[in-house]
């Protein structure tokens, strides 16, 4: 397994949010978070790229315990975060944040950057650009192109199409399918949009009340009930 996580707990301070999260992502596999609003889906992305400390329980990653390890450490190991919100830097080009995404790697950035717009040709106009000035959509598209600029083997996607235009959205789906298609990618993704999770997961996870509940495939998506009660969004 490429990731395993067992036991997992943490939260804000006396606040506890995860509660004995287990479950396993194996190479290769897309795996989608849904859940209510306030049940732990940021907290855990947060928790596996080591922002918030374990309180209980072990992170491995690539068969190595991760569970005390820095973010920065967790990210030379392969972990690549898209938090929600984007998180670009604003007052910075286009092509000055994916240089921020090369900052682990050895080597020439102007080739790993190369290799990146190739999948996000929609960037290569806008180099040139502030991040700031972009659109919602290509906002999402550069957080993402310069979280691969760091080559991760694991990827952390949080709400990607919030706020975002439906043509960009089909163009995340496509571009990230082909990655996982063509080099291997793995993911864990949360996001509420129902269509966009069961066109990218390969098998979905519930979480309620900070712990993972149920496990779900993506073709279930489209039972009232299950959304319902298990998601928070009625149908």
């Given amino acids: 397994m490429m990731l395993d996580v067992q036991g997992l707990r ?3 301070g006396r606040i506890p949010i995860l509660n004995d999260v287990s479950f396993a992502v ?3 596999e897309f795996i989608g978070i849904l859940g209510h609003n306030g049940m732990g889906k940021t907290t855990l992305l947060k928790a596996l790229m080591g922002f918030l400390p374990a309180t209980g329980g072990r992170v ?16 030379r ?8 919100g984007r998180e670009i830097f604003p007052a910075l080009t286009v092509y000055d944040n994916l240089r921020m995404g090369c ?7 102007d080739d790993v950057i190369e290799t990146v717009l190739q999948e996000f040709p929609r960037l290569k106009p806008l180099l040139d650009r502030l991040g700031g000035a972009l659109s919602g959509g290509e906002q999402q598209l550069l957080a993402i192109a310069r979280c691969l600029c760091g080559k991760p083997r694991l990827v952390l996607l949080d709400e990607p199409t919030e706020g975002i235009q439906p043509s960009i959205i089909e163009e995340i789906v496509d571009t990230l399918q082909r990655l996982r298609d063509s080099s291997g990618l793995t993911m864990i993704l949360v996001e509420q949009n129902l269509d966009f999770i069961a ?6 996870l519930i979480i309620q009340k900070g712990k993972i509940t149920r496990e779900v495939q993506p073709g279930n998506l489209g039972d009232p009930s299950l959304v319902g009660e298990f998601i928070g969004i009625t149908t």
């Fill in 10 to 12: 943490t939260g804000y």
């Fill in 26 to 28: 194996a190479e290769g």
């Fill in 60 to 75: 491995h990653f690539g068969g190595e315990d991760v569970t005390a390890l820095e973010p920065y450490r967790r990210a």
């Fill in 77 to 84: 190991l392969g972990l690549g975060y898209v938090p929600q």
């Fill in 103 to 109: 900052a682990k790697q050895v080597g020439a950035e």
């Fill in 199 to 204: 066109a990218m997961s390969q098998r979905i």
